[in-house]
């Protein structure tokens, strides 16, 4: 640890303008932290070290404590604003998503140190917002290379993307993703460089490598490395763009602003939906438009805003029962659109302390998976349905619940699973002092799978 001949005055008047503590602002930095994989003891002796200049933060925290200042004040904080001096990294800003899906994906295979460090930030989920479309197709346009591609060399970037989803789904995110990431960037991102005999195949194409990005980012946040996936869904958003600026970029739009939900951090993911919405209203399905009202709907019940979540659950009941065109791909990859709104539509019941109706929208979401394709969706939607029995203090059915998801969870190499796995232990060891009955066997099996 470097030491500083002077008191880091930046990063202390940064903290003064939060009125934030030293010990809440260390609880904040290891939460932060945990959503990207690392388990830290920041403490606020810690923070009072860098304060004085007597110590800096190492490795990635800080990263995690511009983050974490960035959440209490609302606003982008980088680390040079509060007298860091941030690492020597690659960069991961390059104009070109083509270029950025290859350096992604190379740096994922050679397990190259900037992706590996990366962290999820609140303003990377409004990158859309910002984003320049029509610029970076004048710079794709001018850089089309000599190698023609064509409808087979799409196919197999589509045939490819579904069979590793499916595996996703039964085995985990763990489960073939270096195997992804060089195909994306040894194959898939460097076809786009080709030229197409017509632009409805080069759309094509740019669909099917956004579909592919997807799914690496999607296998990041399964292992619970947020910048990482984080990084992928920006890139897949660009490439949409580029395929589809309407229904497809839309999509995207709500992948980062569903990774964004499940680390509770809402913030700009109103905004988001709102700007996906407004892009894919007109331009997509029944089933694409539901999987957009009901995001909708969590970003509001995220923010305390139940009426508007309301509405938004009405209107994704509404869309599901239309059907006036095909379902696209790219969202068909999170399954049965009437299981997922069922699903999601009990998670904003739950930020909404609505349990019983929470409980209701699992045992339906249940129905409408199938339990061998999507295992892991079984798995998980077992642990929240035992979550809201638990809540209405219905232990024993609780207990069944979570002996369920843990034994389709076994075999499963997903981040996601070993944090629900954590969650219910201290209700289990309330369940085991009462003498709840399968309580104390649930509770080694749980202790096993963590092992």
Same mark, same amino acid.
């Given at each position: %640890?470097?030491?500083?001949?002077?008191?880091?005055?930046?990063?202390?008047?940064?903290?003064?303008?939060?009125?934030?503590?030293?010990?809440?602002?260390?609880?904040?930095?290891?939460?932060?932290?945990?959503? !990207?994989?690392?388990?830290?003891?920041?403490?606020?002796?810690?923070?009072?070290?860098?304060? !004085? #200049?007597?110590?800096?933060?190492?490795?990635?925290?800080?990263?995690?404590?511009?983050?974490?200042?960035?959440?209490?004040?609302?606003?982008?904080?980088?680390?040079?604003?509060?007298?860091?001096?941030?690492?020597?990294?690659?960069?991961?800003?390059? /104009? *070109?998503?083509?270029?950025?899906?290859?350096?992604?994906?190379?740096?994922?295979?050679?397990?190259?140190?900037?992706?590996?460090?990366? &962290?999820?930030? @609140?303003?990377?989920?409004? %990158?859309?917002?910002?984003?320049?479309?029509?610029?970076?197709?004048?710079?794709?346009?001018?850089?089309?290379?000599? &190698?023609?591609?064509?409808?087979?060399?799409?196919?197999?970037?589509?045939?490819?993307?579904?069979?590793?989803?499916?595996?996703?789904?039964?085995?985990?995110? #763990?489960?073939?993703?270096?195997?992804?990431?060089?195909?994306?960037?040894?194959?898939?991102?460097? %076809?786009?460089?080709?030229? +197409?005999?017509?632009?409805?195949?080069?759309?094509?194409? +740019?669909?099917?490598?956004?579909?592919?990005?997807?799914?690496?980012?999607?296998?990041?946040?399964?292992?619970?490395?947020?910048?990482?996936?984080?990084?992928?869904?920006?890139?897949?958003?660009?490439?949409?763009? $580029?395929?589809? /600026?309407?229904?497809?970029?839309?999509?995207?739009?709500?992948?980062?602003?569903?990774?964004?939900?499940?680390?509770?951090?809402?913030?700009?993911?109103?905004?988001?939906?709102?700007?996906?919405?407004?892009?894919?209203?007109?331009?997509?399905?029944?089933?694409?438009?539901?999987?957009?009202?009901?995001?909708?709907?969590?970003?509001?019940?995220?923010?305390? $805003?139940? !009426?508007?979540?309301?509405?938004?659950?009405?209107?994704?009941? *509404?869309?599901?029962?239309?059907?006036?065109?095909?379902?696209?791909? +790219?969202?068909?990859?999170?399954?049965?659109?009437?299981?997922?709104?069922?699903?999601?539509?009990?998670?904003?019941?739950?930020?909404?302390?609505?349990?019983? #109706?929470?409980?209701?929208?699992?045992?339906?979401?249940?129905?409408?998976? *199938?339990?061998?394709?999507?295992?892991?969706?079984?798995?998980?939607?077992?642990?929240?349905?035992?979550?809201?029995?638990?809540?209405?203090?219905?232990?024993?059915?609780?207990?069944?619940?979570?002996?369920?998801?843990?034994?389709?969870?076994?075999? %499963?190499?997903?981040?996601?699973?070993?944090?629900?796995? @954590?969650?219910?232990?201290?209700?289990?060891?309330?369940?085991?002092?009462?003498?709840?009955?399968?309580?104390?066997?649930?509770?080694?099996?749980?202790?096993?799978?963590?092992?």
């Amino acid at each position: %640890m470097a030491a500083q001949r002077e008191p880091n005055s930046r990063l202390r008047e940064t903290i003064d303008a939060t009125r934030c503590t030293y010990e809440a602002l260390a609880k904040d930095v290891r939460r932060v932290a945990a959503e !990207n994989g690392e388990i830290l003891q920041t403490n606020k002796s810690a923070v009072s070290h860098w304060v !004085n #200049g007597t110590r800096q933060p190492t490795g990635r925290t800080g990263q995690y404590l511009a983050e974490a200042l960035s959440r209490r004040a609302g606003r982008t904080i980088t680390q040079t604003e509060i007298g860091l001096r941030a690492p020597v990294t690659e960069a991961t800003d390059e /104009p *070109d998503p083509v270029l950025a899906a290859t350096d992604l994906g190379r740096a994922d295979v050679e397990r190259r140190r900037f992706l590996a460090v990366a &962290a999820f930030t @609140t303003a990377g989920v409004a %990158m859309p917002l910002a984003y320049d479309h029509e610029a970076t197709a004048r710079m794709l346009r001018t850089r089309t290379g000599k &190698a023609i591609a064509g409808v087979e060399d799409v196919d197999v970037v589509r045939q490819i993307t579904a069979a590793f989803s499916a595996a996703d789904e039964r085995l985990g995110g #763990g489960h073939g993703l270096t195997t992804v990431t060089a195909y994306l960037a040894d194959t898939a991102a460097p %076809m786009l460089r080709g030229r +197409f005999p017509s632009e409805a195949l080069r759309r094509a194409a +740019f669909s099917a490598v956004a579909e592919l990005a997807y799914l690496a980012g999607w296998k990041h946040h399964d292992l619970g490395q947020e910048g990482a996936a984080q990084r992928y869904y920006q890139v897949g958003y660009q490439l949409a763009c $580029e395929a589809d /600026p309407h229904g497809h970029a839309a999509w995207m739009m709500r992948a980062l602003a569903h990774q964004a939900l499940s680390l509770k951090q809402p913030h700009h993911c109103v905004d988001l939906v709102e700007g996906a919405l407004a892009r894919g209203l007109g331009h997509v399905d029944g089933q694409t438009e539901a999987l957009l009202h009901i995001t909708h709907a969590r970003a509001y019940a995220a923010v305390g $805003e139940k !009426n508007s979540a309301a509405r938004a659950l009405l209107a994704a009941e *509404d869309a599901l029962l239309r059907d006036d065109r095909p379902q696209p791909s +790219f969202s068909r990859v999170s399954g049965p659109a009437a299981g997922t709104v069922a699903s999601h539509t009990a998670r904003t019941l739950t930020d909404l302390a609505d349990h019983i #109706g929470t409980e209701q929208q699992h045992r339906d979401a249940l129905v409408r998976w *199938d339990p061998e394709r999507y295992k892991r969706v079984h798995a998980l939607t077992y642990a929240d349905l035992g979550d809201s029995l638990a809540a209405q203090a219905r232990a024993d059915e609780a207990v069944a619940a979570w002996s369920q998801a843990l034994t389709l969870m076994e075999g %499963m190499t997903s981040d996601r699973t070993r944090k629900a796995i @954590t969650s219910l232990r201290s209700t289990l060891a309330i369940y085991q002092r009462r003498k709840v009955p399968g309580a104390a066997e649930l509770a080694r099996r749980a202790c096993e799978a963590l092992a």
